[in-house]
């Protein structure tokens, strides 16, 4: 059975297939909610039996966006802004650096523990979770902003963002910028809207 040892005790976490009784909560990524908006059959299938769907190819342009986007932010974490963001104004706004921020942007981890980017909702005992993309602050008032690496092959950056069609992105912005998520950051002052990065075709 998923999350029981041979000796019949209980694992250290809870994910994969839901057990019942087990006292960790259960790890529930933003993609798994996602998923569950948009067919509740196949995601108790996963979640519950634990049927796994056929996996679809990976798209090294998203990877490949987020690799190369955090890449030249790394370059001036905390000291400097990027010329992507003085063109357009944004210059006050630069990488935010803290011992932290590895442990935000692991999504795959998120559950291991209150130092990753998750909190627990006690009601259900459900850890939600996932990985941030970067965090900027503001240099004028100290405030953090989430921000969000995003690749697009075809629509205009100003078609995506205002489009009635993408509600995927406007429940991931609504989740990680709810009070919930803010709290983890402690004394930190984030604030509670993110900034998206698109990359399409054309740039």
Known sequence: MPNIKKDGSFSKRHRGAYTPNHPAPYELSRGRIENFLKCKALFWLEQVKGVKPPKMPGFTINTTTDVLLKRDADQVRGKATLPLWEAHGLGHLIPFEHDDLENWTNSMQFGKGDEMFSFVHEPTNIRIGGGLDDVFQNTQTGQLHIVDYRARLKEPIGQILSSSSHPPW????????????ICMFGSLAIRDWMFPIWVTSSM
């Open 170 to 181: 406007m429940r991931r912005t609504r989740l990680a910028t709810s009070t919930k998520w």
